[in-house]
């Protein structure tokens, strides 16, 4: 579309400043007309936005970690009526652009690696402050109420672009 000739103003919103991701400025967002927006800082007065969604959303965590010499901006909200599930999303900056990163690759690898065949978990815990997954292990025969697997714990770093695994370990139940 070609906007020559037309009035372009900027959007207005009411703006959160969540601190810095990395020397840049994060904000959260309500826009007038149902939407919410996390923007991080580009360049000085630019900003992109990195996801939008309902401001209505019941957030459970919007925050920024520092990990090791990285930092990371978390996300998470429980997803009403889904019985628990989670939408949660992380990002870091990739030579100053923001990127998302995704935790559950590396700890799915990982949980290959050291889990025996048709055991598995379901759901489980990432604590952003420690970048470590932590979980139940429920057996091939176990009821969804009762894991029997004892418990797994995958402690995660960030490289590059990315989390990569650092440790892992089962604890079998008694």
Same mark, same amino acid.
């Given at each position: ?26 904000? &959260?967002v309500n826009y007038p007309g149902d939407l919410h927006a996390l923007l991080v800082e580009r360049q ?53 652009i923001p990127k998302s990163v995704k935790y559950r690759p590396a700890v799915e690898a990982e949980l ?22 932590? &979980? ?14 004892? &418990? ?23």
């Amino acid at each position: 579309m070609n906007y020559s000739g037309l009035e372009r103003s900027p959007a207005s919103g009411v703006a959160q400043d969540l601190g810095t991701l990395d020397g840049k400025r994060v904000y &959260s967002v309500n826009y007038p007309g149902d939407l919410h927006a996390l923007l991080v800082e580009r360049q000085a007065g630019r900003f992109l936005p990195v996801m939008y969604f309902s401001p209505f959303t019941k957030i459970d965590r919007l925050e920024i970690v520092k990990s090791g010499d990285r930092q990371v901006l978390g996300y998470s909200s429980r997803i009403s009526g889904s019985g628990g599930l989670i939408d949660e999303w992380y990002f870091i900056l990739d030579r100053g652009i923001p990127k998302s990163v995704k935790y559950r690759p590396a700890v799915e690898a990982e949980l290959k690696k050291i889990l025996p065949e048709h055991w598995d978990t379901r759901g489980g815990n990432f604590e952003l402050r420690t970048l470590t997954f932590s &979980s139940p292990i429920w057996k091939e025969e176990d009821a969804r109420c009762c894991p029997t697997g004892g &418990s797994v714990k995958v402690e995660l770093g960030i490289k590059d672009s990315g989390f990569i695994v650092k440790s892992s370990r089962v604890e079998k139940s008694n």
